[in-house]
């Protein structure tokens, strides 16, 4: 019963019904489908990329015909097990000028996180997709409960989305950078990190891609 409760009380916190395949069902006959996109220091670039890319992203708020959500997410990093892995290659190489660059190296992070926060800097188009983009008649009859209507409104939902991620991505190669649609383990992955904000991010266990739930304690999503 307390499981029951728990359940129900995460699952509209969160308000995420389900997860299929590339795209999040959400409350209310809606879903979206989010694009991560790879981030480029734009002081770094030349006068010329520069204004390549303003046009490019003038040129893709121009083409836009449904709205989305541009996320961008600061994660503070937890580095403590890249120090020690560069600790453990001073007092293994042999090669002396290695492990002075190393010795070098490893003395100026440790330096640099005792002044700054090390953050994770993540980019994100968010498409979104209503049930009133079927009509009326496509609305009401998503309302209906029902694993089969989850998964017919997710048929339908993808079918749009795909259209307009599809016209998000070739905007976006425009930018020289890559992009890609996010799938259910990246999804899963990256819900549970925004509902768990306080926990830095360990990079083992990032790698290790740990089967968890949405939000600790609870028992929205698996």
Sequence with gaps: ?????????????TEIVDFSEDIVILDGGNACMIIEITASNFALLSKRE?????????????????????????????ISQ???ELDNVIKTTKNPQLQAYVEYYSGFV?????????LNKQFYIVVP??????????ATQTNQKGQAQVDAFAVT????????ANSLLGQLQKFA?????????DLIKLFYEIYNEDTEIDMGQMQAGADTSIVKGGTAQK
């Design 82 to 84: 890249y120090i020690n």
């Design 110 to 118: 440790k330096e640099m996180v005792t002044v700054n926060v090390v």
């Design 129 to 138: 997709f209503s049930s009133l983009e079927m009509g009326v008649a496509g």
């Design 177 to 185: 950078t890559s992009a890609r649609v996010l799938e259910k383990e």
């Design 157 to 164: 939902a993808r079918k749009a989305l795909q259209t307009k």
């Design 50 to 78: 520069q204004d390549s890319r303003i046009f490019a992203y003038a040129g893709l708020l121009n083409s836009l015909s449904f709205p989305i959500q541009i996320l961008i997410r600061n994660r503070r990093m937890d």
């Design 1 to 13: 019963m307390a499981a029951q409760k728990i359940h129900a009380t995460t699952q509209k916190f």
